[in-house]
């Protein structure tokens, strides 16, 4: 028989899961959690770890992150290895990123291509959503094969960005039917491309340049226009459906409605959304190029909606959308990032980091404010992303059987962000200088300690690809 791996014990804490909280000692062998129960005693090899006073968390589950992406004539700054150190450092220890279908290639290239270069980086679990930018007869088969053979179930769209990752809705309807059929998730980008170009357009003809107009020319309204053309298709193909970056209750109102028709509309938003809202934008300072994200950050009485829509359930995943570019040029040899459009905004890459700081953040706005309970902070930042995904219950929960992705959680100690103390490559935070609530004291993953206070313990390629089953969607 082969010697038990790594028996390790977690004595003392408080086991929060999206639906429990009690307190008990997990002991965790060959990488998954092997009993739960009190008093567990700790034989002569086992590593016992003390939770006194902190949380005990599942693993967070990021299931919208750009690592490495080339986007444009440009990479986002986080290699596969520093985006998932900083994401482990943050207590997330899976993340599904993109693979990008091109011009040239088939799903299927687009997946092994992301795999070779994660493969040899990846510090956490990880998988890929494959970005579908074109659909054929081969294009549908090897989506099928992604799902069946790959463990690649869920497939993300444009309804933005023409000429480049836009799909035409007809592209969108194929896909939706094939893969909801085929129990898989159509992640849809939901706004308006065409009418936004435009606006684009006339604004840089106008001579407005500056980011703010980054803001003005990507109204909520073809935020809410795209994702009620997107519910609809859904609801035709008879699939379920699942909204990026919600930011507007231009677009949640479309799927609170469908939601209450019986359609399977689903959606996460993300920590920017609720901390920041427009106001950031009222200046013509290139610094609001930090700000330039899509959707843009919306009014203080969207953040309303948002906070609402995640309390009853019409959101249910809170996700980054991690897209970090920096703002010096040539930081660690980062070149066209966001100075690229200095002169003309929608030059600008668009995006912003926040891998490393989710947790923490939602923890504090939602948990401590008042706006989440402990449980529901769980289920939206691990269980809800990975039964949606296909994740789990190998991944997002604290279970008998389930990966020991574990969070060692304090919430009694308080931390102030400086972009110093992060371990992204980018050179900003969007909370530079905030004191948030709650601490991650320590990550396991696969039952081997990867974070412990400030000391890394993980190394780059002791990420697993995780095979991908059905959306578990009710
Ligand atoms: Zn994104």
């Known amino acids: 028989m082969p010697k038990p791996k790594n028996p390790t014990l977690i004595k003392n804490g408080r086991i929060i899961t999206a639906t429990d909280d009690y307190a008990a000692d997990i002991f965790m062998l060959n990488g998954v959690i092997q009993t739960i129960g009190k008093n567990i005693e700790a034989g002569p090899d086992t590593k016992v770890f003390d939770a006194h006073g902190c949380y005990v968390l599942p693993g967070g ?41 091109t011009e040239t290639d088939s799903p299927l290239g687009a997946i092994a291509r992301a795999q070779s270069s994660a493969e040899p980086q990846v510090c956490i679990d990880y998988s890929f959503h494959v970005i579908i930018t074109r659909v054929d007869q081969q294009v549908l088969k090897d989506v099928r094969h992604a799902m069946v053979h790959e463990g690649v179930t ?35 980008h939901a706004e308006n491309g065409t009418v936004i170009d435009l606006l684009i357009k006339e604004a840089l003809e106008a001579g407005h340049t500056s980011p703010r107009y980054h803001a003005l020319t990507r109204p909520a309204i073809l ?84 906070w609402r829509a995640l309390r009853y359930d019409d959101l249910q995943v809170i996700a980054t959308d991690h897209c970090p570019f920096c703002m010096k040029e040539n930081h660690l040899g980062y070149r066209l990032q966001k100075l690229r459009g200095k002169d003309d905004f929608s030059l600008i890459p668009n995006g912003a980091p926040g891998i490393e700081t989710r947790l923490v953040s939602l923890f504090d706005i939602g948990v401590t404010k008042g706006n989440l309970s402990l449980n529901r902070f769980v289920e939206l930042i691990a269980t809800t992303p990975a039964k949606l995904f296909g ?5 997002g929960t604290i279970a008998v059987g389930s990966d020991a992705d574990i969070v060692i959680f304090n919430p009694n100690k308080s931390q102030t962000i400086r972009i110093e103390d992060l ?19 320590k990550v396991f993953l696969r039952g081997t300690l990867i974070v412990d206070g400030k000391e890394w313990k993980g190394r780059e390629g002791m990420g697993e690809f995780v095979r991908r089953g059905q959306v578990q969607a009710f």
């Open 61 to 101: 589950v990021d299931t919208h992150v750009h690592l490495e992406n080339i986007i444009g004539p440009t990479i986002t700054c986080d290699t596969f290895a520093s985006g998932t150190k900083a994401a482990a450092f943050g207590g997330t220890t899976t993340v599904v990123d993109f693979a990008l279908q």
């Open 154 to 188: 869920s497939f993300k769209m444009f309804m933005a960005y023409p000429g480049v990752m836009m799909a035409d809705d007809a592209a969108i309807f194929q896909m939706l039917r094939q893969v909801g059929a085929d129990g898989g998730m159509i992640a849809l």
């Open 223 to 306: 935020e809410g226009e795209a994702t009620h053309r997107g519910i609809r298709l859904a609801e035709l193909a008879n699939a379920p459906i699942y909204f990026v970056h919600v930011s507007s209750n231009e677009a949640l109102k479309h799927i609170v409605s469908a939601r209450a028709e019986g359609i399977p509309v689903f959606a996460e938003t993300c920590p920017h959304y609720l901390l920041f809202d427009d106001s950031v934008y009222n200046s013509d300072d290139f610094e609001i190029a930090k700000y330039v994200m899509t959707p843009p950050l919306r009014r203080p009485e969207d953040q309303k909606h948002l």
């Open 391 to 395: 994740l789990f219950p190998k991944k």
């Open 423 to 441: 371990h992204s490559n980018c050179d900003y935070t969007l909370l530079e200088g905030y004191t948030l609530q709650g601490v991650v004291e």
